[in-house]
C-alpha cells in the first residue's frame, strides 16, 4: 500500500484539475470561515484531522512565508466578502499570563496591517477606562482596550469603530452580553463557539465530505478518516453512565480491529475520549479497553468532568487513536495546518518528549517548531522536514475546513 503522502501528492500533481473542481463545487455549497487550524495525524499509511479550529491562536509559529501567504489570502478573503472594509477588531482570549498567544496576537495585528487594515484589540474584561498592556514572549507590547458598546456597535475609548470583527476567542463559557445582536459583521459566527459546538457534529460532517472525496478519487476514506462514536449524555460519577461509554469505546474498537486486519496492521487499536466541546487538550484521556472506561478512578473521573474556564463536560466523543510516524527533533510530532478561507497558508508542528507516538502531544511539555513550507529558500527553523507534504497535508485540512462550515447548530 502507497505511503498516503505519496498518494495524496500524486493526486494533486496528476489529477489537480479535477481536484480543484472537487472543491470549489463544495465551496460554493458553503463558504469556510475565515480562519481554521486543523491538527493531523498522520501514520504513514493513513492522514486524519483530529481537532479543527475555528478560532486559531498560533499564528507566531509560522513562518515569514507562510505569514505572507495569509496577509494575501486575508486581503483577498476581505475583497471579496467585505471590500468596503478597512478597520479590524479582534477580540481575543482572556488570557493574562501565555505571553505565546500574545505573540499571537502580535503577528494578527502586523497580518491585518500587512493586507492593508486597522487592526486593533478590544478587551472583553477589561473595565471601561482600563487599558491593558502586555509584553509577549518575545518582547512585544500588545495593547488591548476596553470595549464600548454604543447604538448596538462596538467602539473603543479613542473612537475607532471597527467596520469587522475578528473573533479569536474560541467563547467556551458562551457569548458576553457585549457581544450579543452587535450590528458590525462578526467573524468566524459567534454560533461557532465551543458553548455550543460538537466535535461529532465535525467529524459527522467532515466524514460526509471525505467519503465523497475518496469515492471520487478511488481512495478507502478509512485513510483519511478516524472511527468515531458519539454515546450522548455521560455523568463520570454515574456507574451506569460509564457503561454507556465503555459500550462506545468496545463498539469503535471492533471497527478499527476490522481494519487493521484488512490492512495487516499488527498493532493493536486503542481509543481517545474527548470531551465534546472545547480545546487546549483537556478533557481528553487514553484508552485501550471498554475496562478502562469501568476501572477510572477519582482522579481521572474528576480530570475528565472539567474543561477551560471550569465548563462542565457532559458528552464525549470516542475516537479512534492514531499513532504518528512524525517524529521532529527526536520527539513525536504532528502536523498543524494553517487556513484562510479553506486553504492551506502554512503550518508547524506540535511535539511533546513527554509523550510516545501513540499519545495525546496537546498536554503539559509540549512545544511548536517549523515545519515543510512551499518557499524553497526558507531555512532555519523552518526547513523542511521529513515525512512532510506541504500540499498533501493541505489537501486534507481544506476538507475538515470545508466541513467546518457545514455544521449546523
Not at 486559531?56 to 505569514?67: E, K, T
Not at 532555519?380 to 457545514?406: E, Q, T
Request: glycine fraction near 6%; hydrophobic fraction near 40%; charge should be negative.
Amino acid at each position: 500500500m502507497a505511503e498516503i503522502l505519496t498518494t495524496l501528492k500524486n493526486l494533486y500533481d496528476n489529477r489537480y484539475d479535477e481536484v480543484n473542481a472537487w472543491f470549489a463545487k463544495i465551496r460554493s455549497e458553503s463558504a469556510p470561515f475565515f480562519y481554521n487550524s486543523v491538527d493531523l495525524r498522520h501514520s504513514g499509511l493513513r492522514l486524519v484531522p483530529v481537532d479543527t479550529n475555528v478560532f486559531p491562536a498560533g499564528f507566531n509559529n509560522l513562518s515569514p512565508a507562510a505569514r505572507m501567504r495569509a496577509s494575501i489570502a486575508i486581503k483577498r478573503f476581505f475583497q471579496e466578502n467585505y471590500p468596503s472594509a478597512k478597520s479590524i477588531l479582534i477580540i481575543p482570549e482572556n488570557h493574562t499570563r501565555n505571553l505565546a498567544y500574545f505573540d499571537n496576537l502580535s503577528v494578527l495585528l502586523s497580518l491585518f496591517s500587512e493586507a492593508g487594515f486597522e487592526a486593533k484589540i478590544g478587551n472583553l474584561s477589561a473595565a471601561p477606562d482600563e487599558m491593558l498592556k502586555f509584553v509577549s514572549a518575545a518582547g512585544v507590547e500588545i495593547q488591548q482596550h476596553p470595549l464600548i458598546r454604543s447604538d448596538n456597535k462596538l467602539s473603543l475609548e479613542d473612537e475607532f469603530i471597527a467596520d469587522v470583527i475578528v473573533m479569536n476567542n474560541d467563547m467556551t463559557s458562551g457569548i458576553a452580553d457585549v457581544l450579543q445582536n452587535i450590528e458590525q459583521p462578526v467573524i468566524p459566527p459567534l454560533y461557532m463557539g465551543w458553548f455550543q459546538r460538537r466535535k461529532s457534529t465535525h467529524f459527522a460532517e467532515y466524514r460526509k465530505l471525505v467519503t465523497d472525496f475518496a469515492d471520487k478519487f478511488s481512495l478507502d476514506p478509512w485513510l483519511l478518516c478516524a472511527e468515531s462514536h458519539q454515546c450522548g449524555k455521560v455523568d463520570f460519577k454515574d456507574k451506569n453512565s460509564l457503561e454507556c461509554l465503555a459500550g462506545s469505546v468496545d463498539k469503535v474498537l471492533e471497527l478499527s480491529r476490522k481494519k487493521h486486519i484488512e490492512y495487516g496492521i499488527s498493532q493493536d487499536p486503542y481509543i481517545y475520549v474527548k470531551a465534546d466541546s472545547g480545546t487546549y487538550g483537556m478533557g481528553i484521556m487514553t484508552v485501550n479497553s471498554a475496562d478502562e472506561i469501568l476501572e477510572m478512578n477519582k482522579k481521572e473521573r474528576n480530570k475528565m468532568q472539567v474543561i477551560k474556564e471550569g465548563t462542565r463536560v457532559s458528552e464525549v466523543i470516542i475516537q479512534e487513536g492514531i499513532a504518528t510516524i512524525d517524529v521532529v527533533e527526536n520527539a513525536p510530532a504532528e502536523p498543524m495546518i494553517y487556513m484562510i478561507d479553506g486553504m492551506a497558508v502554512g503550518g508547524m508542528y506540535r511535539i511533546n518528549e513527554q509523550r510516545d507516538l501513540m499519545g495525546n502531544l496537546n498536554a503539559a511539555g509540549m512545544r511548536f517548531t517549523g515545519m515543510c513550507d512551499e518557499a524553497e529558500d526558507e531555512c532555519g527553523k523552518w526547513k523542511k522536514m521529513p515525512n512532510c507534504n506541504f500540499r498533501a497535508h493541505g489537501i486534507i485540512a481544506s476538507i475538515a475546513a470545508l466541513a467546518a462550515a457545514r455544521e449546523r447548530y
